[in-house]
């Protein structure tokens, strides 16, 4: 409406005419002002020069103030570097641009045209999000002319759309539905049939109605630049367009889901959310995702008690905007094999429901039955911090240190928390310009990982070598080798890749934690440190030597000094999992006593013999640690099922039981126990850098042995007790990873 | 009741519409054929089939694989992905005149770029032919020129004539019947193009046929079809070229130079 108030101060025909009638319809500007814009620009008044709010946060930094220019949005004077669109003045300026194939993240395409503005001096409006500014150029965003153009635009796009906005799941978060608020008649003068356009079969993920499709082509750009596949493109011409992959073609990518969001309107949307809720009935929950250990922000969008589904959140330094298949879709595993009460194991070998009481007792029974020794606690790869540390709390107070974590391996580093953490950073991969990917498939282990390492190579050509089993990338890279053989001819100079991590100036190692469970996994990392050691990869300012880690709980359970040997289950006569479902448990004794804590009835419970139920990572607050040591934590969207409970507060009462209770009664007393193990954990979002000199780190005598490498993650789409349990996982795995 | 304006208004709109739907030389079959109208040959998606499937094992001749090679070098080697089109040109004439879609995975694997980035190309040309096409494919040009000197009538005779719907292959896999955007001839309306893939891409031609007429068009199929080649260009015996009927009437003499220029003095 502030069109028409502009409008009504210019035109004193028109202000005549409003304040007769009461008109309420929507004003179509064919007027004489459209003829005569220098009168109808004159006529504008004074601009404010107030200053105003970049929109959506948006800031420059000018580096080079000789390369700068100034522009003016509305009369509003914007400096910005050379080489910027006059749509990013505008947003500079605090003006919010209709866009619909312009995407931040995406090259620029130029092909919806509602960006168009009227500049001064141009014949004709200009596409904002294509156009470079140029010294003193005069931006009108809000003009007769810019708004006639963006409505013509806005007829033309309307003219093919289905306008079946009431079954379309994008509706209430459509771009399209939005602007044609602003920009859309209420009536058509299109009599022509509608296009149609065949739905195209992307898997299990992305449902298509490619009728309703703009071609905006972000998707096609979004496979090819930021998910590295190129499945989708532009076919046909004109009226014909249409968005496919030509080809009876799956979108096999791990990032396949982020389409779903950046597709302004609702020819892509979610599969397994269809039908299933409007976006307005959802309350959004921001959390931290526990499915690797990447540590990527969404939003858990819940209703009532049921997660409907999950969306990702911006974070630059993890995830930018984008999330994994996994992440987005594990969802349905949170609803299905859930265990709800505590069960003890019968004689005849079914579990019998009990009251809590009953199964904390007979748990204190028997701990105390055993020897202190044979008291093993093992953390499972979906852990909180503040459940391990209560876990090793209670264990210690039991008298047992035989506390661990699945997947750390045998004798791990934690002393020096450079030695298992991803020390450049994930953002900061995109300043390397050699990789050296070591053991480690960052396409299946850490896909956000992968996608930075993707952007990099894209914007920069950097090399990639890999050392380890064959495996699938989505950029050019070099195999060298396949197990630690590779590694000591690098060590040695013997290699051809040796000239090239010297002449780099900014290598990187990745080191997967694949690894960590090798016998010689101690010789592997003094190898990898010799290489970066002759390579110059670490030199101030730049720490090049990274291990990725595979589990939301690794990097916050080693801070933590869950540190045992998973030797000890040897002689174990009573074995806490706490969510431990991948722990190797051949070696344990068949007369010991198994308890198993978790939220899902998967591989760990076939060995229980008392069953604890836990809330999931969506039911509680807790603190997770990413592969870069970034601590974030857990927001609860959805009430706990059940009699379940969350983790800390059962081990706690479990203590109680037991006689040894732990000192904590709230999450802040178990925070505030935290601060003092590991104070990182609480500095929410920041790094911290290792206070121990790496000098100190002791020297490892181990033999290397010449077994090749293998590959850690088996199956990407099931990796933890959620995501075996969810229905479009495994629909993922069956008809993705078809070979 | 509606005034009586407005009903005059409705009746000359329904005259003016009658008008239109009864134009005498249209007849059923040919609007039939108009309710399908489409510029390619096919679909913009890809169905299996037996003669055309991604599993067919599809090369480049050992002389077109010279060709390639000339083609290549005209690119620098960063960007091979360059000579797509000439590529795609010198499948379709080694393949009689279409693409299957392990051609284009072909060249695709030649210029080292992802296949769809060459299935774009393949179905945004029209030219190119992504199902069978006739050993003669005769595109009759359909932009406003020809159209208004006739070229639904061409179409329709030959259509007729052959029996077949438009981008329908005859049954003795000689002819095939396409559309095209102007081919600016529009001064020797209305035209057609045979494109001749009969002799795979050495024979290939791609010859232009203007100032035809429903007769002229059939006698000219006939003729491709006994194997005898048809002259070329325009059809009407008193013109040559496209200069006038019965010879030029202007630009008779040499030009006079321009009146108020010394061109010595230059």
């Not at chain 1, 007393?669 to 911290?688: I, Q, W, Y």
């Not at chain 1, 850098?689 to 099931?718: C, D, W």
């Not at chain 2, 795609?88 to 694997?109: K, T, Y």
């Amino acid at each position: 409406m502030s069109f028409l108030r502009a409008l009504r101060r210019v035109h004193p025909l028109i202000r005549a005419n409003f304040s007769n009638s009461r008109v309420t319809s929507r004003w179509i500007s064919s007027t004489p002002d459209l003829h005569n814009p220098e009168a109808a620009a004159a006529a504008v008044p004074e601009p404010e020069f107030r200053p105003r709010t970049p929109v959506g946060g948006a800031r420059i930094e000018i580096q080079n103030p000789d390369d700068s220019v100034e522009v003016f949005v509305d009369g509003y004077p914007v400096k910005l570097p050379k080489g910027m669109t006059v749509m990013q003045a505008c947003e500079l300026a605090g003006v919010d641009i209709p866009r619909f194939c312009y995407h931040s993240r995406l090259s620029i395409a130029g092909n919806c045209r509602m960006c168009l503005v009227e500049v001064e001096k141009s014949p004709k409006p200009v596409a904002s999000c294509a156009m470079p500014v140029a010294p003193g150029m005069k931006i009108k965003t809000d003009t007769p002319i810019a708004k006639k153009a963006r409505e013509g635009v806005m007829e033309f796009l309307l003219m093919n759309h289905p306008l079946d906005c009431p079954i379309c799941d994008q509706g209430g978060e459509c771009d399209l539905q939005d602007q044609s608020m602003v920009f859309g008649s209420d009536r058509g003068r299109f009599t022509e049939m509608k296009r149609s356009v065949v739905d195209k079969n992307l898997g299990p993920l992305v449902k298509t109605v490619m009728t309703r499709c703009i071609q905006c082509t972000r998707c096609v750009r979004f496979a090819s630049e930021v998910a590295g596949v190129q499945d989708l493109g532009m076919l046909g011409r004109g009226s014909g367009e249409e968005i496919g992959t030509y080809v009876e073609k799956l979108m096999t990518s791990e990032l396949s889901g982020n389409v779903i969001d950046i597709c302004p309107v609702g020819a892509l949307t979610s599969k397994p959310f269809a039908f299933k809720a409007r976006n307005w009935e959802l309350k959004g929950t921001e959390s931290i995702d526990v499915t690797d250990a990447v540590g990527s922000n969404i939003r858990i969008d819940s209703r009532g008690p049921e997660v409907m589904r999950i969306l990702p959140r911006l974070n630059e330094d993890i995830n930018e905007e984008w999330i994994s298949d996994k992440t987005r879709f594990c969802y349905d595993g949170l609803k299905r094999q859930r265990l709800n009460d505590p069960m003890i194991r019968d004689h005849d070998g079914k579990f019998k429901p009990v009251t809590w009481r009953d199964a904390l007792a007979i748990v204190a029974e028997v701990a105390h039955g055993v020897n202190p020794d044979e008291i093993v606690g093992i953390a499972g790869q979906l852990s909180d911090a503040e459940s391990m540390i209560a876990l090793k709390d209670f264990l210690n107070r039991m008298g047992s240190n035989n506390v661990m974590c699945e997947g750390n391996g045998l004798n791990p580093q934690a002393d020096i928390r450079s030695s298992f953490l991803l020390n450049s950073n994930i953002a900061g991969l995109e300043n390397a310009d050699l990789f050296l990917i070591v053991g480690s498939q960052p396409r299946v282990e850490a896909p956000l990982v992968n996608a930075r390492i993707q952007k990099t190579v894209r914007a920069t050509q950097a090399k990639v070598a890999y050392i380890g089993p064959p495996a699938n990338f989505n950029y050019d890279h070099e195999h060298i080798g396949t197990g630690p053989q590779t590694l000591l001819d690098i060590a040695e100079g013997r290699h051809p890749f040796c000239s090239a991590i010297l002449s780099a100036k900014k290598p990187a190692i990745i080191v997967g934690a694949g690894l960590f469970g090798r016998k010689d996994k101690d010789a592997i990392v003094a190898a990898v440190e010799t290489i970066s050691k002759l390579g110059g990869v670490t030199r101030p300012g730049w720490n090049g030597l990274n291990y990725l880690l595979l589990n939301a709980a690794q990097a916050s359970a080693l801070d933590l000094g869950l540190v045992s040997s998973p030797d000890v289950i040897r002689s174990a006569k009573f074995v806490y999992l706490m969510g431990a479902d991948d722990a190797n448990l051949d070696d344990l004794p068949k007369d010991a006593f198994v308890l198993y804590q978790g939220h899902h009835g998967d591989r760990g419970v076939y060995r229980a013999n008392v069953i604890f139920p836990s809330s999931a990572f969506s039911e509680k607050e807790g603190t997770y640690e990413n592969t870069e040591g970034c601590a974030q934590w857990t927001i609860p969207a959805v009430p706990t099922v059940g009699d379940s409970r969350d983790d800390w507060k059962i081990v706690r009462a479990l203590s109680e039981v037991a006689g040894v209770r732990l000192p904590y009664d709230s999450l802040m007393a178990v925070r505030a126990r935290l601060s003092r193990v590991a104070p990182n954990l609480l500095n929410v979002d920041a790094r911290e850098r290792s206070t121990i000199s790496e000098e100190l780190r002791p020297e490892f005598k181990q033999k290397l042995s010449m077994a090749p490498f293998g590959a850690a993650v088996e199956n990407f789409y099931m990796t933890d007790s959620i995501t075996r349990s969810s229905k479009i996982m495994a629909q993922c795995s069956s008809t993705l990873l078809k070979k | 009741m509606f005034s009586p304006t407005s009903r005059l208004a409705a009746k000359r709109l329904h005259g003016i519409r009658r008008m239109f739907l009864q134009s005498p030389s249209v007849s059923a079959a040919a609007a039939a054929a108009e309710t399908s109208r489409s510029y390619s040959t096919a679909l913009n998606y890809h169905i299996d089939s037996p003669d055309n499937n991604p599993n067919m094992k599809w090369e480049f001749s050992a002389n077109n694989l010279e060709k390639v090679k000339e083609i290549l070098s005209h690119y620098p080697s960063n960007y091979k992905q360059s000579g797509v089109i000439p590529l795609l040109d010198l499948a379709q004439q080694q393949h009689g005149g279409w693409l299957p879609v392990s051609a284009m995975n072909e060249i695709a694997r030649i210029i080292e770029v992802a296949p769809i980035r060459v299935y774009e190309v393949a179905t945004f040309y029209s030219m190119f032919n992504r199902t069978k096409v006739g050993k003669y494919h005769l595109l009759v040009c359909g932009t406003t020129p020809c159209m208004i000197s006739g070229s639904r009538d061409i179409e329709n005779a030959l259509l007729k004539h052959l029996g077949v719907k438009r981008n329908e292959v005859t049954k003795d896999g000689l002819f095939s019947i396409g559309e095209m955007e102007c081919m600016g001839c529009c001064v020797n309306a209305p035209m057609i193009a045979i494109a001749d893939y009969s002799n795979g891409s050495e024979g290939y031609s791609y010859n232009y046929y203007e100032d035809v007429t429903p007769k002229r068009v059939i006698e000219i199929v006939e003729m491709l079809r006994k194997g005898q080649s048809p002259p070329v260009g325009t059809q009407n015996p008193n013109r040559t070229r496209g200069g006038p009927e019965g010879g030029n009437t202007t630009l008779l003499g040499e030009p006079k130079p321009p009146p108020c220029r010394d061109l010595d003095a230059c």
